[in-house]
């Protein structure tokens, strides 16, 4: 099991928001920040959301993120069709000295 | 724009040795500001970091704690690329194989790799 724990799946009409949450510890996401990746089956995962709720260039203002303690989120607003990807949370754990990622949610948009 | 191209075999044999490169365009593997990693990605794991090496005045390499006995990566200065051993592998070891740049976040991931170890 992953160090960091996601709902393995979500769901949303278009034109929804959807949250998906990423729980850690003291020791990763208590300390350091939050990055989330989305991945489409078959292809690499993307940067989608760094130090928190940086957006890189070309990523939406659609997705957000946030983080309180040891749990992060990321909120995606106007859900579109082809938002349906997997959404991975990752931080550094400051005992494992490496990083560490959630098991990863399934986002379908019905 | 950053580029990262893995190369290698998909089929290892049980108890011998996983190995992969990841030839970097668009920027240094010597470079101060960068750390070069390798993940892995399997159905029952998830998405597993194994460890990455950089440089900062010397070389320096750390490794997951889950594969520490069995891994080295290096980098190959000549060839600007980066690569991963892993020794020993098991049908465990089966996954799809990333090289990523980090240090804070991964902006830049290769096309993957996946391996099967089978005989």
């Not at chain 1, 709902?7 to 003291?26: D, E, F």
């Not at chain 1, 938002?83 to 991975?88: P, S």
């Not at chain 2, 990262?4 to 240094?28: E, N, R």
Request: glycine share 10%; with cysteine; net charge positive.
């Amino acid at each position: 099991q992953s160090v960091l724990t996601q709902p393995p799946s979500a769901s949303g009409t278009p034109g929804q928001r959807v949250t998906i949450s990423c729980s850690g510890s003291s020791s990763n996401v208590g300390s350091n920040t939050v990055n989330w990746y989305q991945q489409v089956p078959g292809t690499a995962p993307r940067l989608l959301m760094y130090s928190n709720n940086q957006r890189p260039s070309g990523v939406p203002d659609r997705f957000s993120g946030s983080k309180s303690g040891a749990s992060a989120s990321l909120a995606i607003s106007g859900l579109q069709s082809d938002d349906e990807a997997h959404y991975h949370c990752a931080a550094w754990d400051d005992s494992l000295q490496g990083w560490v990622f959630g098991g990863g949610t399934k986002l379908t948009v019905l | 724009q950053i580029q990262l191209q893995q190369s290698g075999p998909g089929l290892v044999k049980p108890s011998q040795t996983l190995s992969l490169t990841c030839a970097i365009s668009g920027d240094s593997v010597s470079s101060t500001s960068a750390t070069w990693n390798w993940i892995r990605q399997s159905p029952s794991r998830g998405l597993e970091w194994l460890g990455r090496t950089y440089y900062r005045s010397k070389w320096y390499s750390y490794y997951a704690v889950s594969v520490k006995s069995r891994i080295s990566i290096k980098a190959d200065t000549s060839k600007n690329q980066v690569s991963l051993q892993l020794n020993s592998v098991t049908p465990e070891d089966t996954a799809v194989y990333f090289c990523a740049r980090g240090p804070s976040h991964f902006a830049f991931w290769g096309q993957g790799t996946l391996v099967t170890v089978s005989s």
